[in-house]
């Protein structure tokens, strides 16, 4: 068996394809605009930001960059996040985490206006998320995995989900997206993490596995029950070998998962691209809101 591979890159391209015909045919006096905080000189975190500036430049979305040093203060982060929820001309503001350390990123990320923090990352919009209430801002990484999900028709109502992970960026969001009542939804959902005990039974058990733990290949073919849909979302750089060139391999052991799963995304080219043009759609939908205020 060999798995059908989710192509993140190509709905990517397709999304934001869409976002750009959207752009154009409101004509409007002003594109969408999105300002990019980034703290310090994390090469991850710079890559990360470029890309999304790049993307902003396909759509039609327009885009600033705001750096400051590793050495920045909470208030000095706090002073530039201020005067961008002040600023008319910006609809999105990311705020590029991880912050290095001794910065308070949850504190920083609670400055944010909501209608413009279009990670979802503020507790307003996570509440709004728990709730079910869709005038908030989803998480861009959740977000994209079900668009995946949508464009690939997989179904989940009463499928058996297992994510691996627990975090607000990831974790938390997907599991209350998947159990809501929607087209992608319904699914059955565990969430595992740290604590949790027989992991690799507790995967077995699952029709749809996501996995977002952080560490590389982590979860095993044989874990996996036959035909199962795999979400990598992790990223890792290895040391390359003969060539030298550094690998990236996700969370997944791939080589062994996709001769038994039946779906799997890969790595790089899966939920990577959809998180940035969920991004996109988010910034485009903050615009969209305030030209229809």
């Known amino acids: 068996m060999s798995a059908r591979i989710l192509d993140g890159k190509s709905v990517a391209n397709a999304v934001l394809e869409e976002i750009g015909d959207e752009v154009t045919a409101a004509a409007a006096a002003r594109p969408p605009s999105l300002a990019a905080v980034l703290v310090g000189d994390d090469p991850a975190s710079r890559v990360y930001v470029r890309n999304k500036m790049k993307a902003c430049d396909r759509c039609g979305i327009g885009s600033r960059l705001e750096q400051l040093p590793a050495s920045a203060s909470d208030a000095q982060v706090a002073e530039v996040l201020q005067r961008l929820n002040a600023d ?3 609809d999105g503001i990311l705020l590029q985490l991880p912050l290095p350390a001794g910065i308070d990123s949850d504190a920083l990320l609670r400055l944010l206006d909501p209608t413009k923090d279009v990670d979802g990352l503020h507790p307003v919009n996570l509440g709004k998320l728990v709730a079910d209430d869709s005038s908030g801002f989803v ?34 969001p ?15 959902v565990t969430v595992l993490h740290t604590r949790s005990r027989d992991i690799p039974e507790r995967i077995r058990e699952a029709e749809v596995v996501v996995a977002a733990a952080g560490s590389a290949r982590f979860v095993q073919g044989a874990w996996l029950q036959p035909g199962a849909t795999v979400i990598d979302v992790g990223i890792h750089r290895l040391p390359g ?53």
């Not at 030298?244 to 799997?264: K, M, P, Y």
């Open 241 to 293: 070998g003969e060539s030298g060139r550094a690998r990236l391999v996700g969370d997944v052991d791939f080589a062994q998962a996709v001769e038994v799963a039946g779906a799997i995304t890969p790595v790089p080219g899966g939920v990577g691209p959809m998180t940035v043009a969920m991004l996109m759609r988010n910034t485009a939908l903050a615009w969209r809101r305030k030209r229809l205020a």
């Open 88 to 90: 008319d001309e910006v």
């Open 174 to 188: 997907l599991a209350l997206l998947l159990l809501r009542r929607a087209a992608v939804g319904n699914a059955t």
């Open 139 to 172: 998480p861009c990484t959740p977000a994209g995995i079900v668009e995946l999900l949508r464009r690939y028709e997989i179904d989940l109502a009463g499928r058996r989900a297992v994510i691996l992970g627990r975090s607000n960026l990831v974790g938390k």
